[in-house]
């Protein structure tokens, strides 16, 4: 990062990027009951990361989407936990996701 501030000189102060997530965020997963900011502090605990990057929580939302069908259907059959995941809304620590049509 810094050699990136030496190569652009003052116009670094005017560069941004935003993430669609952040730990501090008031939201919890049905699976884990934990907040955005309890799976942030597992994550870094865990991994030593200084910062829980929101590739991190989306993949574990993905579990938590995963788990949720498996106990609602109560079964192993793609089509039927597919058709679950399909028409059903998933409380994650990345928010609330459902799926439309185009998935």
């Not at 079964?75 to 994650?92: G, M, V």
Request: charged letters at 20%; hydrophobic letters at 35%; a negative charge.
């Amino acid at each position: 990062l810094h050699s990136f501030t030496e190569s652009v000189g003052t116009d670094s102060q005017y560069i941004f990027g935003v993430t669609p997530w952040d730990s501090s965020l008031d939201i919890e997963d049905e699976v884990t009951k934990w907040s955005a900011k309890d799976f942030g502090n597992h994550f870094r605990e865990k991994t030593s990361d200084l910062h829980t990057s929101y590739h991190a929580a989306s993949a574990a939302s993905i579990i938590s989407i995963l788990v949720q069908a498996l106990e609602k259907t109560n079964s192993l059959d793609n089509s039927e936990i597919t058709k679950y995941i399909a028409t059903n809304s998933f409380k994650t620590i990345y928010g609330d996701i459902s799926f439309d049509a185009n998935g």
